[in-house]
């Protein structure tokens, strides 16, 4: 099955991503991604982009060469009051808000401390995905913070980075939180973390993993275009009118 929504890409204003947008626009015509999101990290990250780059997202198409492409961040969470660098000039300009515990901004500290920050993330209501929470640097309670998203109507992130190059020793935290939130009614998002646009699209092991949990795909919010827009508009961005089209 085509799951052809990437809610999870940098470019090279992230600094340590290496394709242009258009690239990717390229990419998911190739792949028949319909809809990616740009969401290059907040600027507490060492080598993120200026805060402006955010709010001048407004200029980028919605919709280029027929795939839609979504405003978006991934924030830093930034201490255990899950405070995020959402620029507030932008804040209302973004389609999409990811936020995740990244060691270069916050150093981990203890799994109290973590759960802490992803639940205050979580209940200031501007995050609208936890981005790779399972990360084993930031050990979290998986059932406290699921349950959370669930109250809340927050999506987690099975980020197939986190199996690859990234985050080593990630999978069987991921397990652990695909297996909570089937039981307790969460929502998922399967992200490539793409750095490179060949990545984009590619769901490879977080969906093996899904598949292995039995994980109902009504609940995985990439399933289609139309899934992952009404998502948004339940945690009250506003509809898109030229993305329509493509749901």
């Not at 980020?159 to 939130?181: D, M, Q, V």
Request: glycine fraction near 6%; proline fraction near 8%.
């Amino acid at each position: 099955m085509l799951f052809p929504v990437d809610p999870h890409t940098h470019t090279v204003a992230s600094s340590h991503a290496y394709s242009t947008l258009a690239e990717y626009v390229a990419e998911a015509k190739r792949k028949g991604v319909r809809l990616f999101a740009n969401s290059d990290p907040g600027p507490a990250m060492p080598g993120a982009p200026h805060p402006w780059h955010f709010a001048n997202l407004v200029v980028v198409p919605r919709v280029l060469d027929g795939v839609g492409v979504l405003r978006s961040i991934e924030a830093n969470i930034l201490d255990a009051e899950g405070r995020i660098d959402l620029p507030e000039d932008a804040a209302d300009r973004l389609d999409l808000v990811l936020a995740s515990l990244h060691e270069p901004v916050w150093s981990p500290s203890s799994r109290a401390e973590h759960t802490r920050a992803l639940l205050n993330a979580i209940q200031r209501g501007r995050v609208d995905v936890v981005g790779h929470p399972g990360n084993p640097s930031f050990p979290i309670d998986v059932e406290a913070v699921v349950r959370a998203a669930v109250e809340h109507g927050v999506a987690l992130e099975i980020n197939n980075s986190s199996f690859l190059l990234s985050r080593k020793g990630s999978a069987p935290h991921c397990r652990t939180i695909a297996e909570a939130a089937r039981d307790l009614g969460a929502m998922l998002v399967m992200g490539s973390d793409a750095h490179f646009a060949s990545a984009l699209g590619d769901f490879t092991e977080a969906l093996a993993l899904l598949d292995e949990v039995k994980f109902p795909v009504e609940r995985i919010l990439n399933a289609s275009p139309g899934a992952f827009l009404d998502f948004l508009e339940s945690r009250g961005h506003p509809a898109i009118p030229e993305l329509a089209a493509i749901r």
